[in-house]
């Protein structure tokens, strides 16, 4: 199995969602995944350090993407205009994957080790963004503040946009939860 | 030794803060702890469940009051104003372990496994606040938004006071985020 593996890394998550979602996460091996893709272990290990990373694969290109969108907000933006261009690349990313995110989704809410892993990328993610921000001119608190903000509304236009059987875009629920925001903090 | 032993919590708790300071957390028994504070391990496994809970206890004494507090607050209180009550309570549990509370966020901050506890703690922390808020009459998604605001103001204002030199109270850090968020809010 030297040869080059058209695809293998699709094939490999998609396996894996399968067989997660038919026989549960802690069922499932990596054996048996790399069998459903028709590939090795091997391969499997070349492109995932673990069977919990085929879920994570991803977040560090999301992560760098929400990143570069603050480096790249027009100068004079507020910290929360650059919070807002970080979800806007957010939410290219994700209408990208979608079909993959809701079975992905479910499968992490049914297991705590995922769970605790999908909040450490969380914590990660603020972290990036915080300096991000600190690199831009916003002042130490404020900008933890402000990147911490980013990935509450983050996560409140996730969990909507995911079961949206309608599959309206990110971008409204992203939209509307700052607009939430804004609203809890001015008459709070 | 099924003698009762006056203070056994508190002298296991101190012995362990002391011994993952020295050692490192990762490096550190639960026989060695026991031993540290004269008792036996069996007398650890009645209060604690495993070395890692001994930085965790009182997390969900600290969860049911700032829930009370919000079940209290009076009729007609805003979201962050229910917030705020919760606050005002975790402050007040904050200034009575202020002792321990530095060096456990020190050992916390050098093992990932206790970040994760600790972000899991804070998870359930959020979704715990999110269901007072709702059975207040607030609305579903409001609810989410506010709570993890809540664990947000909360984590800035920790930060601050934790390493605070000159200990002022956690509630004026808690009232400086809340005035900041309002802020970064208005103009973003």
């Not at 673990?50 to 999301?62: A, M, T």
């Not at 600190?134 to 933890?144: E, I, P, Q, S, Y």
Request: aromatic content about 8%.
């Amino acid at each position: 199995m030297g040869r080059w593996q058209p695809d293998a890394r699709a094939r490999l998550q998609e396996a894996a969602l399968a067989l997660y979602g038919e026989r549960g996460y802690d069922e499932t091996t990596v054996a048996e995944i790399a069998e459903r893709a028709g590939l090795t272990k091997r391969t499997f290990f070349r492109y995932f350090a673990d069977k919990r990373e085929v879920l994570f694969w991803g977040s560090e290109l999301l992560e760098q993407q929400m990143v570069a969108a603050i480096e790249a907000a027009p100068a004079g933006a507020s910290p929360l205009g650059m919070i807002g261009a970080a979800l806007d690349a957010a939410a290219q990313r994700f209408e990208e994957v979608r079909d993959f995110t809701g079975p992905r989704h479910r499968i992490i809410a049914s297991s705590r080790e995922l769970q605790e892993r999908e909040l450490i990328k969380a914590a990660s993610l603020s972290a990036a963004m915080a300096q991000a921000l600190r690199a831009r001119g916003v002042a130490d608190n404020a900008a933890t503040l402000t990147a911490l903000t980013g990935t509450t509304l983050m996560h409140v236009a996730f969990e909507q946009w995911v079961d949206d059987p309608q599959r309206r875009p990110f971008a409204l629920f992203a939209g509307d939860a700052l607009a939430q925001l804004r609203d809890i903090a001015a008459t709070g």
